[in-house]
């Protein structure tokens, strides 16, 4: 599935249509690898999380829901997960000078323009299983059920 420059690898999961407490499980998986997707809007946002990074190119977890009560900005906010899925972002890593590097040496700017735009993932059986993975150890363990 392609969608927005990235190439995308949607994956069932025991994550989807769990509900909790936006600031109670963000709290504890940023210890855990995870970041607030770029991408957030008050009403749905995602968790991201780094699987694998090298030459330029960095094959991120997301893990994406949508706020079902308050506004993502609020601690009390309650959000509703849907599927997960793997995207592959390949960026330029040669010297750049204009004012967005900074940002791009700090790596803050993790979602610029892709080199790669289709950002095609190889062994995609090996990414879904990853992603799998660490939402069912690092996510899951704080729901109850």
């Known amino acids: ?8 690898l949607q994956f069932d999961s025991k994550i989807v249509g769990k509900e909790i407490g936006y600031g ?9 690898g995870f970041t607030i997707g770029g991408n957030w809007e008050y009403h749905k946002g ?13 094959i991120y977890l997301r893990v ?6 308050g506004e993502l900005d609020n601690e009390d906010a309650q959000i509703r997960f849907q599927k997960p ?13 204009d ?4 940002l791009d040496a700090t790596g803050a700017s993790q979602f610029q323009t892709p080199l790669d735009k289709d950002g095609h993932i190889h062994d995609k059986s090996r990414w879904i299983q990853a992603g799998e993975q ?9 729901f109850i059920n």
């Open 64 to 69: 994406p829901f949508i706020v079902t009560a």
């Open 134 to 142: 660490v939402v069912e150890e690092k996510v899951l363990p704080f």
């Open 99 to 102: 004012e967005g590097s900074l």
């Open 85 to 97: 899925f793997v995207i592959k972002h390949v960026a330029n890593v040669g010297l750049d000078y």
């Open 24 to 32: 109670y499980l963000r709290d504890h998986i940023i210890h855990r």
């Open 46 to 58: 995602s968790f991201d999380a780094v699987l694998w990074r090298g030459g330029g190119e960095t």
């Open 1 to 8: 599935m392609k969608g927005g420059g990235f190439n995308m």
